[in-house]
Protein backbone atom coordinates (compact mmCIF):
# COMPACT_ATOMS: atom_id res chain seq x y z
CA UNK A 1 0.00 0.00 0.00
CA UNK A 2 1.71 3.67 -0.98
CA UNK A 3 1.69 6.04 1.69
CA UNK A 4 2.81 9.76 1.70
CA UNK A 5 3.94 11.79 4.28
CA UNK A 6 4.69 15.35 4.35
CA UNK A 7 7.05 16.57 7.27
CA UNK A 8 8.47 20.44 7.55
CA UNK A 9 8.05 23.18 10.28
CA UNK A 10 4.30 24.40 10.66
CA UNK A 11 5.23 28.16 11.49
CA UNK A 12 6.99 30.10 8.99
CA UNK A 13 8.13 33.97 9.30
CA UNK A 14 6.80 36.00 6.73
CA UNK A 15 9.37 36.95 4.29
CA UNK A 16 11.02 33.65 4.79
CA UNK A 17 11.53 30.37 3.27
CA UNK A 18 8.72 27.73 3.50
CA UNK A 19 10.84 23.53 3.05
CA UNK A 20 8.60 20.61 2.71
CA UNK A 21 9.45 16.94 2.52
CA UNK A 22 7.26 13.92 1.59
CA UNK A 23 8.05 10.19 2.28
CA UNK A 24 6.74 7.54 -0.39
CA UNK A 25 6.57 4.56 1.28
CA UNK A 26 5.37 1.07 -0.84
CA UNK A 27 6.25 2.40 -4.07
CA UNK A 28 9.57 3.70 -5.40
CA UNK A 29 9.69 7.65 -6.37
CA UNK A 30 11.56 6.32 -9.58
CA UNK A 31 8.84 4.42 -11.25
CA UNK A 32 6.73 5.96 -13.88
CA UNK A 33 4.64 8.18 -11.95
CA UNK A 34 5.02 12.03 -11.10
CA UNK A 35 4.61 13.51 -7.81
CA UNK A 36 2.85 16.89 -6.79
CA UNK A 37 2.44 19.37 -3.60
CA UNK A 38 -0.90 20.89 -3.80
CA UNK A 39 -2.54 23.05 -0.64
CA UNK A 40 -5.34 24.16 0.82
CA UNK A 41 -5.66 27.50 2.55
CA UNK A 42 -7.80 27.32 6.01
CA UNK A 43 -11.57 27.40 4.88
CA UNK A 44 -10.71 27.44 1.32
CA UNK A 45 -10.20 25.37 -2.40
CA UNK A 46 -7.18 23.20 -3.68
CA UNK A 47 -4.44 24.79 -5.75
CA UNK A 48 -1.82 22.47 -7.59
CA UNK A 49 1.68 23.79 -6.88
CA UNK A 50 4.13 21.94 -9.08
CA UNK A 51 5.00 17.94 -9.90
CA UNK A 52 7.98 16.17 -10.68
CA UNK A 53 9.56 13.07 -12.44
CA UNK A 54 11.49 11.43 -11.32
CA UNK A 55 14.55 12.09 -14.48
CA UNK A 56 13.97 15.71 -12.55
CA UNK A 57 11.50 17.26 -15.29
CA UNK A 58 9.03 19.53 -13.35
CA UNK A 59 6.34 21.57 -13.84
CA UNK A 60 5.15 24.36 -12.12
CA UNK A 61 2.05 26.70 -11.61
CA UNK A 62 2.47 29.51 -13.67
CA UNK A 63 1.43 32.14 -10.82
CA UNK A 64 3.37 30.45 -8.07
CA UNK A 65 6.68 29.92 -10.54
CA UNK A 66 8.65 32.45 -9.76
CA UNK A 67 9.17 31.56 -5.73
CA UNK A 68 8.51 27.64 -6.00
CA UNK A 69 11.06 24.66 -6.06
CA UNK A 70 10.47 21.38 -6.34
CA UNK A 71 13.11 17.96 -6.15
CA UNK A 72 13.42 14.65 -5.90
CA UNK A 73 15.55 12.60 -3.78
CA UNK A 74 15.61 9.25 -5.10
CA UNK A 75 18.56 7.94 -2.57
CA UNK A 76 15.78 8.94 0.24
CA UNK A 77 12.56 7.70 -1.91
CA UNK A 78 11.56 11.37 -0.80
CA UNK A 79 10.12 15.15 -2.62
CA UNK A 80 10.35 18.31 -1.85
CA UNK A 81 9.08 21.31 -2.11
CA UNK A 82 10.73 25.13 -1.04
CA UNK A 83 8.81 28.09 -1.27
CA UNK A 84 10.40 31.63 -0.90
CA UNK A 85 9.32 35.05 0.23
CA UNK A 86 6.29 33.96 1.95
CA UNK A 87 3.70 35.71 3.02
CA UNK A 88 0.04 35.14 5.08
CA UNK A 89 -1.45 33.97 1.48
CA UNK A 90 0.91 30.70 1.70
CA UNK A 91 -0.79 29.37 5.21
CA UNK A 92 -2.30 26.66 4.06
CA UNK A 93 -2.64 23.01 4.64
CA UNK A 94 0.14 21.46 1.73
CA UNK A 95 -0.15 18.01 0.38
CA UNK A 96 2.01 15.69 -1.69
CA UNK A 97 0.13 13.35 -3.93
CA UNK A 98 0.99 10.85 -7.07
CA UNK A 99 -0.49 11.08 -10.26
CA UNK A 100 -0.98 8.18 -11.56
CA UNK A 101 0.15 7.48 -14.76
CA UNK A 102 -0.95 3.91 -15.35
CA UNK A 103 -4.74 5.27 -14.82
CA UNK A 104 -6.64 6.94 -17.13
CA UNK A 105 -6.56 10.61 -17.01
CA UNK A 106 -3.59 10.28 -14.79
CA UNK A 107 -5.59 11.33 -11.51
CA UNK A 108 -3.84 12.14 -8.47
CA UNK A 109 -4.97 8.99 -6.37
CA UNK A 110 -2.54 8.69 -3.71
CA UNK A 111 -2.60 11.41 -1.34
CA UNK A 112 -0.32 12.34 2.00
CA UNK A 113 -2.54 13.23 5.53
CA UNK A 114 -1.40 17.13 4.81
CA UNK A 115 0.17 19.34 6.84
CA UNK A 116 -0.21 22.83 8.30
CA UNK A 117 2.04 25.71 7.51
CA UNK A 118 1.27 29.02 8.92
CA UNK A 119 3.30 32.31 8.18
CA UNK A 120 3.10 34.02 10.86
CA UNK A 121 5.50 36.42 12.88
CA UNK B 1 -11.78 32.60 -9.09
CA UNK B 2 -11.43 29.35 -10.33
CA UNK B 3 -10.76 28.01 -13.71
CA UNK B 4 -13.29 25.48 -13.34
CA UNK B 5 -16.45 26.60 -12.12
CA UNK B 6 -18.21 24.32 -9.39
CA UNK B 7 -21.48 25.30 -7.51
CA UNK B 8 -20.58 26.31 -4.11
CA UNK B 9 -23.27 24.45 -2.55
CA UNK B 10 -25.71 21.80 -3.38
CA UNK B 11 -27.68 19.66 -0.98
CA UNK B 12 -30.43 16.58 -0.86
CA UNK B 13 -32.31 14.24 1.56
CA UNK B 14 -31.33 11.04 2.01
CA UNK B 15 -32.19 8.41 -0.77
CA UNK B 16 -32.32 11.27 -3.62
CA UNK B 17 -30.25 12.34 -6.25
CA UNK B 18 -27.77 15.15 -6.63
CA UNK B 19 -26.03 16.36 -9.42
CA UNK B 20 -22.36 18.66 -8.97
CA UNK B 21 -21.81 20.44 -12.27
CA UNK B 22 -17.88 20.99 -13.46
CA UNK B 23 -17.23 23.87 -15.99
CA UNK B 24 -14.58 24.77 -17.91
CA UNK B 25 -13.08 26.05 -21.20
CA UNK B 26 -11.82 25.31 -24.43
CA UNK B 27 -7.99 24.78 -22.68
CA UNK B 28 -9.20 22.06 -20.38
CA UNK B 29 -12.08 20.53 -20.70
CA UNK B 30 -13.25 21.32 -23.57
CA UNK B 31 -10.00 20.72 -25.03
CA UNK B 32 -10.41 16.62 -24.40
CA UNK B 33 -8.30 16.69 -21.38
CA UNK B 34 -10.08 13.64 -18.78
CA UNK B 35 -11.66 14.70 -15.62
CA UNK B 36 -11.18 13.55 -12.14
CA UNK B 37 -13.61 14.15 -8.88
CA UNK B 38 -12.02 13.84 -5.21
CA UNK B 39 -14.37 13.78 -2.08
CA UNK B 40 -12.93 15.90 1.15
CA UNK B 41 -14.47 14.56 4.21
CA UNK B 42 -13.97 17.28 7.23
CA UNK B 43 -10.22 17.21 8.57
CA UNK B 44 -9.04 14.47 5.89
CA UNK B 45 -6.33 14.35 2.58
CA UNK B 46 -8.83 14.66 -1.08
CA UNK B 47 -10.13 11.02 -2.06
CA UNK B 48 -10.24 9.91 -5.88
CA UNK B 49 -14.02 9.37 -6.41
CA UNK B 50 -13.82 9.41 -10.48
CA UNK B 51 -10.96 9.05 -13.01
CA UNK B 52 -11.10 9.81 -16.61
CA UNK B 53 -14.45 11.14 -16.83
CA UNK B 54 -16.53 8.22 -15.41
CA UNK B 55 -14.47 5.38 -13.64
CA UNK B 56 -14.40 4.60 -10.52
CA UNK B 57 -11.64 3.45 -8.59
CA UNK B 58 -12.34 0.38 -6.49
CA UNK B 59 -14.28 0.50 -3.21
CA UNK B 60 -16.16 3.69 -4.56
CA UNK B 61 -19.71 2.58 -4.87
CA UNK B 62 -21.89 2.71 -8.19
CA UNK B 63 -24.44 4.81 -6.98
CA UNK B 64 -21.44 7.30 -7.95
CA UNK B 65 -20.96 8.55 -11.40
CA UNK B 66 -19.51 10.55 -14.11
CA UNK B 67 -19.88 12.30 -16.77
CA UNK B 68 -18.93 14.55 -19.56
CA UNK B 69 -19.74 16.85 -22.25
CA UNK B 70 -18.39 19.04 -24.42
CA UNK B 71 -17.00 21.87 -21.46
CA UNK B 72 -18.34 20.71 -18.84
CA UNK B 73 -18.44 17.91 -16.56
CA UNK B 74 -20.94 16.23 -13.86
CA UNK B 75 -20.69 13.74 -10.99
CA UNK B 76 -24.02 12.36 -9.94
CA UNK B 77 -24.77 10.66 -6.43
CA UNK B 78 -27.89 8.85 -6.20
CA UNK B 79 -29.12 7.11 -3.16
CA UNK B 80 -27.84 9.95 -1.25
CA UNK B 81 -26.47 9.32 2.60
CA UNK B 82 -25.17 10.75 5.33
CA UNK B 83 -21.85 9.70 4.78
CA UNK B 84 -21.67 11.73 1.34
CA UNK B 85 -21.73 14.66 3.32
CA UNK B 86 -18.18 16.23 2.11
CA UNK B 87 -16.61 18.56 0.02
CA UNK B 88 -16.05 17.56 -4.15
CA UNK B 89 -13.61 19.01 -6.39
CA UNK B 90 -13.12 18.39 -9.89
CA UNK B 91 -9.49 18.84 -11.72
CA UNK B 92 -8.55 18.45 -15.29
CA UNK B 93 -5.80 19.59 -17.08
CA UNK B 94 -5.45 22.88 -18.88
CA UNK B 95 -2.86 23.36 -21.72
CA UNK B 96 -1.74 26.85 -20.32
CA UNK B 97 -1.94 26.35 -16.50
CA UNK B 98 -1.31 22.88 -15.96
CA UNK B 99 -3.54 20.86 -13.51
CA UNK B 100 -5.85 23.18 -11.98
CA UNK B 101 -9.21 22.43 -9.50
CA UNK B 102 -12.72 23.73 -9.36
CA UNK B 103 -13.44 25.80 -6.25
CA UNK B 104 -14.89 22.82 -4.71
CA UNK B 105 -18.81 21.79 -3.52
CA UNK B 106 -20.31 21.46 -0.55
CA UNK B 107 -22.97 19.17 -0.24
CA UNK B 108 -24.95 18.35 2.46
CA UNK B 109 -27.30 15.78 3.38
CA UNK B 110 -30.82 16.91 4.85
Known amino acids: QVQLQESGPGLVKPSGTLSLACAVS?????????WSWVRQPPGKGLEWIAGIYHSGSTSYNPSLRTRVTISVDKSKNQLSLKVSSVTAADTAVYYC??????????????WGQGTLVTVSS | QSVLTQPPSVSGAPGQRVTISCTGS?????????VHWYQQLPGTAPKLLIH???NRPSGVPDRISGSKSGTSASLAITGLQAEDEADYYC??????????FGGGTKLTVL
Open chain 2, 91 to 100: QSFDSRLNWV
Open chain 1, 26 to 34: GDSISTSHW
Open chain 2, 52 to 54: GNI
Open chain 1, 97 to 110: ARENHSTSGTPFDC
Open chain 2, 26 to 34: SSNIGAGFD
